[in-house]
């Protein structure tokens, strides 16, 4: 793996399977009495977050808190940013105060490639979400969830619809809504396309971006006509905070139109997911009838969020220790505690 996780792009088929297979390891843990790992005791983790968040923001605070390492929260607001300060002497502060990875959310697109290619900061940068560009540890641990209930435990195969158990092969994944403004679509377009899987894109066409043709996908404007055929449907919020324009008549037409009901939900084959990044607009994208169906994953998602940033942190930093530590019950050693 690289030094730096910035872009879903950046990831090799190898380098996706080695995290979703270490994130196996990882979720071992929260069924522990003591969810916590030594593997990176002694190094300092920086939330660094120009926007608000609430499940990606506390997922690393856990992630990074389960394996040992020191944890630094730091928000836009209250701070140093709010007069005015510039990245590079937040990079550069952080950097004095020994920071061993930084976990960057910003609303322009780049910054984190910025932060990482600009000399200010020694250790590893991560992702977090940057304004509409990429969100890559919620497109792992989007694939990791579908994985994980396709093959039932994450491993093996077998499961309906195909597939091959390590990766997404064979699966088609269909991903709803306002794609124009959605880190979290483009992420998953380059890591399911990489992973194996063939994605379509729906939406209107106002929320299509420009260049899309380019993307490793297919594209419709009829979330009617996939259904029958998708093995997880992802739904994604309208991005109205995004937004400067009316890119659709009303919100009645649009959940007409693309909104996941009951009755478009009956249409997928019975193993189909339904998956949703949150945070959900019931009543418009998905209906509450959906949402709270035990085909719907949003809140396994957010537990898998944190074994797969775990695996994340663990990977790009470089842990001394085994991914995951001998039993509670195994006898201490010399040897177990190096």
């Known amino acids: 793996m690289k030094r730096h996780l910035i872009s879903a792009a950046d990831l090799t088929r190898d380098d996706a399977v080695l995290i979703l297979d270490t994130a196996e390891e990882m979720a071992r843990v929260a069924d522990r009495p003591i969810k916590k790992l030594p593997t990176l ?5 920086v939330n660094l977050f120009y926007e608000d968040s609430t499940r990606t923001r506390i997922s690393f605070e856990a992630a990074a808190k389960r394996l040992s390492a020191d944890v630094i929260n730091f928000s836009a607001k209250g701070s140093s940013v709010s007069k005015g300060e510039s990245l590079k002497d937040t990079a550069l502060t952080l950097e004095a105060m020994g920071a061993d990875a930084v976990v960057i959310r910003h609303p322009d697109s780049g910054a984190p490639h910025r932060l990482a290619t600009s000399g200010w900061i020694g250790g590893s940068v991560l992702n977090a979400g940057d304004g509409t560009h990429e969100h890559p540890t919620q497109a792992l641990l989007d694939a990791f969830t579908m ?33 124009l403004h959605s880190r979290v679509a483009r992420s998953n377009v380059h890591l399911l396309s990489t992973l194996g899987a063939e994605v379509t894109l729906v939406a209107p066409p106002t929320l299509v971006p420009v260049g899309v043709g380019s993307w490793p996908c297919e594209v419709t404007y009829d979330l009617d006509s996939v259904l029958a055929k998708s093995d997880a449907v992802m739904m994604l919020r309208v991005q109205r905070e995004r937004m400067k324009d009316a ?3 009303t919100e009645r ?3 007409r139109r693309y909104g996941l009901d009951g009755e478009r939900m009956s249409r997928m084959p019975a193993h189909a997911l339904v998956m949703h990044p949150g945070p959900m607009n019931r009543g418009m994208e998905i209906t509450a009838e959906v949402a709270d169906s035990p085909r719907c994953t949003a809140v396994e998602q957010v537990t898998n969020g944190v074994s797969i940033r775990m695996a994340a942190l663990y990977l790009l930093l470089g842990g001394s220790e085994p991914a995951v530590s001998p039993r509670p019950d195994t006898p201490r050693t010399e040897e177990n505690d190096r």
């Open 41 to 45: 005791r002694g190094r300092t983790v």
């Open 147 to 179: 994985r994980r209930r396709f093959t039932g435990s994450g491993g093996g195969s077998g499961s309906p619809g195909g597939g091959t158990g390590r990766d997404l092969s064979g699966r088609h994944i269909t991903i709803v809504g306002d794609i």
């Open 247 to 249: 890119f659709f008549p």
């Open 253 to 255: 037409e649009y959940a």
